[in-house]
């Protein structure tokens, strides 16, 4: 009986012999997404030893390209799928080099049961490039503008969705997108936002939209 444990301690010892060498960052996650194990390729990322990255989160350096990839991945952990999930990122290395990658999350656990761990591999793709310089986007597009144009003046929904040839949950859907935008509470928080942020002209009445 006592041959059995001590070959299961030879080969956990040579699985973490083999974890250690693998070329390519490696880590264990819980499910909370705290590190419970990492090998030497992915302390190299995070300019740390495998020990000292116990206990950190994968997503702290390695951020997903497109953040719903994460709760998709969530999701499926919930209701105990085990399938493997790529997620795109990217990682300021700690070599000053930003970089690209893709993520690869597995469930493992001892058995079906068990909430399941990620075993999490990082495929190294390259360098990323500058991004491109977009111009900013405006604080409100000709429609929105006109909207809280009409409200400043003290129009209703119905009569703002007539001048703007909308219906009424069309001017309804963008004052909620604005809202969300601005972080606003109300439509009198709009209107104040509005021109803090230079959308409409100040001290001109009715009110207009600037660039009209």
Known sequence: MDSEPQAAVVWRNRALTLFDRIPMPVAVRDVHGAIVLANPAMATEWGATPGGLRGRNVLDRFRPQEPTQIERVAQALRLRHRSRYPVSVCWDAADGVRRHGEL?????????????????????????????????????????????????????????????????????????????????????????????????????????????
Not at 115 to 128: H, I, K, Q
Not at 148 to 168: D, I, S, Y
Not at 176 to 196: D, F, M
């Open 104 to 212: 690869t999350a597995d469930p493992v656990s001892d058995s079906v049961e068990a909430m399941p761990a990620l075993l999490v591999l990082v495929r190294v793709l390259g360098e990323c490039p500058e991004p491109d310089r977009a111009p900013a986007a405006p604080p409100a597009g000709p429609a929105e503008a006109r909207i809280l144009a009409l409200l400043a003046g003290g129009a209703t929904t119905a009569r703002a969705a007539r001048e703007t040839g909308l219906t009424v949950d069309g001017v309804t859907y963008h004052l909620r997108r604005l809202s969300q935008r601005w972080g606003a509470a109300n439509r009198t928080e709009l209107v104040a936002r509005a021109y803090a942020l230079g959308v409409l002209v100040p001290e001109v009445w009715p009110p207009e939209a600037a660039g009209c």
